[in-house]
């Protein structure tokens, strides 16, 4: 069997760690022999309203300028950096523009000559992936010879762990992210995943693991100081390492299933041949979900059901429930939760995504969303319909279907939801090894 190298370091000073990890997985041929590579980190989240806890979340700027100041050193000529973050608001460009800023990538492009891209503003060529699918994938990072794949090191929600191929999902445009998240599943968002690496010319992954994220993607998840680098040329042995890193078998992760059975590999660490330090998460497992409750009286987060709510049945999330959506579907439920005044609701259920149905001894449904308001219009067993249309769905428009529907919401917490990232600081206030410097380029 030939077997794939992965390099798994202790990270312990600039560049110099970068440059071993590199090394160690036989990746220094393929970035040298590269006139054009396009770096992708992962900038899922940004806000210009107010500082929010960065780690496990984002790509450190740290690892960032490490490989750009590695690759010229190789004689690279042609450097990229590009990501495509998603607001809640289409077509904001600002938001983006000073992330690219705050997190030192214009310094980069100043005193390496690399070019900063934000790939939703760029031109898209489609691209057929297989299995009936075809996406459309940011131009540059196509005819780039290499990309790098810089993900954070965390687990996901909706695709249990989010590494070097998920991050590739920010080189897609927003028409094809919807797809992603379809209901079929012969073609639902881990059989999409599964084929994100395959129409670039060579990808390398990097794991940047010096912070880990534990129920990500988000800012809300539970942040950990990790200190590790995990590298390979190869796309599924990285992240197959990655997830066993998060304490998770790639087996429990439907898109590294996919992806070994289209490549005909095995699940297990078998064909991976791994250099540095042993690999076991066994330490530090991840969770990934968030846990609801669900029984005749209540469909609800475990806080809100352990606090006694009942007559709500707000469904969980799915993997058809879209970036847009995503985004705003925890400020929604904080705001509900922090109106309810102990009295129980009239069977009011919600359901988001695309494939939710209405469940039976209901007397109000809330259609959230463009998807879920279209599949069920006309559904005659809901026997009281509101519709939030939009894509994304207005908060002042959610924030009325509630009320109809006899659920009060705090109101403030969406006139504030731009502040609301930076109410997570004080999870990582004063902890040891939470360093903010790691997300800037110094002068």
């Not at 029984?295 to 707000?314: I, N």
């Amino acid at each position: 069997m030939d077997k794939k190298r992965v390099s798994i370091i202790d990270y312990q000073r600039p560049y110099a760690s970068v440059a071993e990890a590199v090394r160690r997985c036989g990746a220094e041929s393929m970035l040298s022999c590269a006139s054009s590579v396009f770096i992708k980190p992962n900038v899922v989240f940004w806000t210009r309203h107010t500082p929010f806890p960065k780690y496990g979340v984002i790509t450190t700027s740290r690892v960032v300028e490490d490989m750009v100041v590695l690759l010229k050193d190789m004689g690279v000529k042609r450097i990229y950096i590009g990501e495509g973050g998603v607001t809640r608001r289409p077509g904001d460009t600002r938001t983006f523009a000073h992330a690219f800023e705050a997190l030192g990538y214009l310094r980069l492009a100043k005193r390496y000559g690399v070019k900063v891209i934000q790939v939703l503003e760029e031109p898209f060529a489609r691209c057929r992936l297989g299995k009936g699918i075809s996406l459309n994938f940011n131009r540059q990072a196509l005819e780039s010879d290499l990309v790098i794949s810089l993900p954070a090191l965390k687990t996901h929600s909706q695709t249990v762990v989010s590494l070097g191929i998920k991050n590739l999902k920010g080189l897609i445009d927003m028409t094809s992210r919807k797809t992603c998240h379809n209901p079929d599943p012969e073609k639902d968002l881990h059989v999409h995943v599964a084929q994100l690496a395959n129409p670039f010319n060579q990808v390398f992954t990097l794991i940047d693991g010096i912070y880990s994220l534990e129920r990500g993607p988000g800012f809300d998840g539970k942040m950990h100081r990790r200190n590790l680098l995990i590298g390979s040329t190869d796309p599924l042995a990285a992240d197959k390492a990655g997830a066993v890193a998060l304490g998770i078998e790639p087996s429990a992760v439907p898109y590294i299933v996919h992806a070994a059975e289209d490549q005909g590999r095995p699940l297990g660490l078998g064909d991976i041949d791994i250099s540095g330090r042993p690999l076991d998460g066994r330490d530090w497992v991840h969770g990934h979900e968030f846990d609801f409750a669900e029984d005749g009286e209540k469909a609800l987060p475990l806080p809100m059901a352990a606090k006694g709510m009942k007559g709500l049945f707000y469904r969980k999330y799915d993997d058809t429930m879209c970036t847009y959506c995503s985004a705003i579907n925890g400020v929604v439920l904080s705001a509900v939760f922090k109106a309810w005044d102990g009295r129980g609701f009239d069977q009011v259920e919600v359901l988001t995504g695309k494939k939710m149905v209405p469940a039976r001894g209901m007397n109000t449904t809330i259609l959230l969303g463009k998807c879920m308001s279209r599949v069920h219009k006309d559904n005659p067993d809901i026997r009281r319909m509101i519709r939030v249309k939009g894509c994304p769905p207005d908060l002042k428009d959610i924030a009325a279907a509630f009320e109809r529907a006899g659920v009060p919401v705090d109101t403030k917490m969406f006139e504030a939801v731009d502040m609301l990232p930076g109410t997570f600081l004080k999870r990582v206030k004063d902890r040891p090894g939470f360093d903010e410097s790691f997300y800037e380029v110094r002068v």
